[in-house]
């Protein structure tokens, strides 16, 4: 038999092939190679899969037990992935397929009210989360042209931030301090006080033990505010995925709420628990550590969350959402990683010192650490009357108290200054869950700065600001109600005003609380 040639049969074998890719494409269309991947490692909630050779960064792909898993990272010869629940039911050499779509939550007004995790899954006993559509949980912050300046004030309820460091609408506020100095408790007031202020309220707990939140939820629930609060929850068993995706998460539902043209005030609480659970994602997938362990990119992540935050120019609907980012110091140290870098994005910051909290003066606002950059802008007529030299006498008052301290002695100017600081200082002074109305906030200020308190002892400052607004709201409702309506006060409501003050100094009525109010 002769030999074959070989370069007859080339075109039959090329022919050949051909017929079997198109035969396999006619039978097989919907498979692609690009589409599955398979489970090479998986555990503490990331896995690392290995093909899906055209996914993208941001992309869910789907695991065989069901469970939905985000593209995190990805590389030539892996792709990282950060699960969305637990890791029961995978193990290694499972496919995973991609789905060619992002994450997106529920969001709308039916949310008001309800307890969710990042996901918009219901965490309260209220049944199935009725949704008004589904939006994508990251989206773009708005551009420097669809923004307007902030100069809408938005009142927390306390006199010490409303006077001093007043916050706008649109405004970014940091608030920072150890442990345990009243955090919370600011940034949850100032959500009870917009009860009536028309402004919609997102609280997103990022990392916070479960009683905790059940504090909150109770506080809100007495002041009537959670009705109009969605609260966003991913405890410290949750997932790390789900507390990294917390904040943004909460912030989508906010713009949601934006949209059905409402003002929306948002609380992170708090961003070093974030900060976190992103440096244990980044170490489960060996990234290599930058400052303080923190991968270079934490920056990144809050600046693009924060920047989400704005006034809206009026030809694109005119609502605002205001953020109260909470971040946690360490013995008070303001210059490290995290809080400089909150620092740098937010439009100011109150800071809270743990030795004033310890003395008992709450709120424990550092006055001369604490900043507002949009400031006075976003106050009233009526509260810049009112409150104009309040910080430059705290201030005055604390750089010269500081000397009396070491028994140095004072002329008595001086020592009248101190005292008048000490009376301001107590009059500053609030208990929590008690915001005042800015008609309140008005009439204590403005007794103060006229020198009606100047001869009340600094120990019973809280009696007689108590009762001086009892006697007040039975003589003058009308006033209030007009200073609370229209943010003035003309000369006429001032002489009105001091007859108040004048009448309720001629009464007898603090020695009653003398001994109550005895240190």
């Known amino acids: 038999m002769p030999p074959v040639d070989e370069l007859q049969i080339r075109p039959n074998v090329k022919g050949l092939l051909t017929a079997i890719r198109r035969r396999s494409d006619e039978f097989m269309p919907q498979v692609r190679y690009r589409d599955v991947g398979t489970v090479q490692q998986i555990g503490n909630g990331v896995a690392t899969l290995s093909g899906l050779a055209g996914v ?46 992002r994450l997106e939550i529920p969001v709308g007004m039916d949310l008001l009210g309800r307890v969710v995790n990042p996901l918009g899954q219901p965490l309260d006993e209220r049944g199935p989360v009725s949704a008004q559509g589904h939006w994508l949980l990251e989206r773009e912050a708005p551009a420097v042209v669809s923004r307007a300046p902030v100069n809408r004030p938005l009142y927390t309820g306390w006199k010490m931030i409303d006077a001093l460091l007043p916050i706008g609408r649109g405004q970014r506020e940091l608030i920072l301090g150890d442990r345990q100095t009243g955090k919370t408790t600011i940034a949850i007031d100032a959500i009870c006080r917009q009860v009536d202020q028309n402004v919609k309220s997102v609280y997103v707990a990022i990392g916070q033990k479960k009683s905790t939140v059940l504090r909150v939820l109770s506080t809100l629930q007495r002041a009537g505010a959670l009705a109009q609060t969605v609260v966003v929850m991913a405890g410290p068993d949750d997932p790390p995925a789900l507390r990294y995706l917390a904040p943004y998460a909460g912030c989508t539902m906010a713009e949601r709420l934006m949209a059905a043209g409402y003002d929306t005030l948002i609380v992170y609480d708090d961003l070093t628990r974030h900060a976190d659970a992103y440096r244990e994602l980044s170490l489960l997938l060996r990234r290599p550590p930058g400052r303080e362990a923190y991968p270079g990119d934490i920056f990144y992540l809050h600046s693009r969350l924060l920047e989400r935050a704005a006034q809206l120019h009026p030809d694109e609907g005119g609502r605002s959402m205001t953020a109260l980012p909470i971040a946690q110091t360490q013995r008070g140290n303001v210059a490290s990683y995290i809080p400089t870098n909150l620092i740098s994005i937010t439009d100011g910051q109150i800071i809270l010192n743990s030795d004033r909290f310890n003395q008992g003066l709450k709120p424990a606002v550092d006055i001369g650490l604490s900043v507002s950059r949009v400031g006075a802008a976003a ?37 009248h200054q101190i005292e008048r600081g000490e009376r301001l200082q107590m009059l500053l002074t609030q208990e929590e869950h008690s915001p005042l109305s800015l008609a309140d906030q008005i009439v204590v200020l403005f007794a103060a700065t006229k020198g009606y308190a100047d001869q009340i002892a600094a120990r019973q400052i809280a009696a007689w600001e108590k009762a001086l607004l009892t006697f007040v709201r039975e003589q003058a409702a009308d006033l209030l109600r007009d200073i609370e309506e229209e943010g003035a006060l003309d000369d006429e409501q001032q002489e009105i005003l001091i007859g108040l003050l004048d009448d309720f100094t001629a009464q007898p009525i603090m020695e009653a609380d003398d001994n109550e109010n005895q240190p």
Request: charged share 20%; glycine share 14%.
């Open 56 to 101: 993208q960064i941001d992309e869910l792909v789907l695991f065989g037990s069901g469970m939905m898993g985000l593209v995190f990272e990805f590389g030539a010869n892996y792709v990282h992935v950060i699960l969305l629940g637990s890791e029961e039911g995978i193990q290694g050499g499972d496919l995973v397929t991609r789905t060619g779509q």
């Open 379 to 415: 106050q009233k007529p009526v509260m810049r009357l009112v409150a104009g030299r309040l910080k430059l006498e705290l201030a005055q008052f604390e750089e010269v108290a500081h000397f009396a301290r070491f028994g140095a002695e004072v002329d008595p100017a001086t020592r």
